[in-house]
């Protein structure tokens, strides 16, 4: 290989965008593209991004070039959170977080663990794709519940999500945007009936509960801010309960500490670490050792190689669901840290315990099939039965 020069439309990188991140990790952990990208791929110096005021995630700007105006994908994007910075964000991210308390949470638990066993019970001993079966259903099934979205709709967010995480990708097509004009659209008007009812008739559920809360957000910031959420805690979650599956087939031992020890989960998010980049901007000229990244300019951080860095978590490739090194990015640091962590820990954790208490044997029929990405971990499918 000659000199390295990060792409994004390097087939290399959509195939195995771990190896990817650790040929930079190792050569050059504090790399500039010939396109002008900063790319870090160290732990601590991703955590240091993570930590500087000076490092945005406002990235509004990208969009507006590639998008018309009125478009509903840019309109999505204008209003979310993810795209905010400093109290412009805390203002955003503020009612949401009246979801995810540990007693909203805590009065889910039941929910998600029944949902849990009862797609577990349907699964066919004799065959089934654990993607389309289980480990997609029930992310998808907790979030229509937080935001009190009937199961009849399901197959919608299931596909809206889809087009919506398929334009988060850095090369993506006119083809991908104009879908996530669609799934925007089509989200919002399904919401905005559902928020219509609920403030005629209040349920426990998220639009409820930020629609009366006296909070200062207009319906569209409710209205986007909740289809984020759909996008960013369904395939994420999806591709831990796959891997996860897959990296425990064979480790019995392992998995009884899954229902024990409150660790286990963030090593399978370290390990596995489905948002393998993200992206932010310099606010502010940046010294990073010898360099200096310039104001605008955009800067990616390896989140996947940074959970594999040795001088962060010694013996890294090896999955120890009794690790005792915490401080995992698998969930990102900061202001914008994951704000659905929490029950993202309670379904991998829940559903896990329903898979293999149903088939503590299990055979693969084939390794999980991953959608080439750049930027996440998402599964196609994984052909399980059981074992016997
Ligand atoms: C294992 C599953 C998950 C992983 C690995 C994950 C990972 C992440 C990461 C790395 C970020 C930070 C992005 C950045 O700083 O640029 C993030 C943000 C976020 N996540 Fe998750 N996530 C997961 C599940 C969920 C779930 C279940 C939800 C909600 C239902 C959720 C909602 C969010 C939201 C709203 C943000 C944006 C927070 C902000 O900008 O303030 N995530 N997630």
Redesign the pocket.
Known sequence: MGALDFDFRDPELHVDPLAYQRRFAEAEPVHRSSQGLWVLTRYADVLAMLRDERVS?DRRSLYRNKLEPGRPYLTHVEHN??YRSADD?RRL?AP?SRAFTPRALASFEAEVAARARSLAAGLDEGGFDLVADFAKPL?LGA?AT?LGVPDSELDNLAAWSMALIAALEPAASREVFVAADDAAAGMKALLADLLDLRRAEPGHDLLSVVASSGLPLTDDELLHNAI??LS??HD??TA?LTGAAALLIDEREQRGLLAESPQAVDEL?RFIS??LM?SRVASAPIEIGDNVIETGAPILLG?AAANRDPEAFPDPDRLDLARSQTGHL???FG???????P??RMQ?RLGLVALFDRFPELTAAAPPQREPSAVLTSYRSYPLAARG
């Open positions: 995630t959170l993810f964000h991210r949401l992310p979030i937080l984020f959420l960013a805690g994420t979650t831990v998010v489905p948002a993200i989140l698998g969930f990102g202001p914008h840290v994951c704000l659905g962590a029950l993202a991998i």
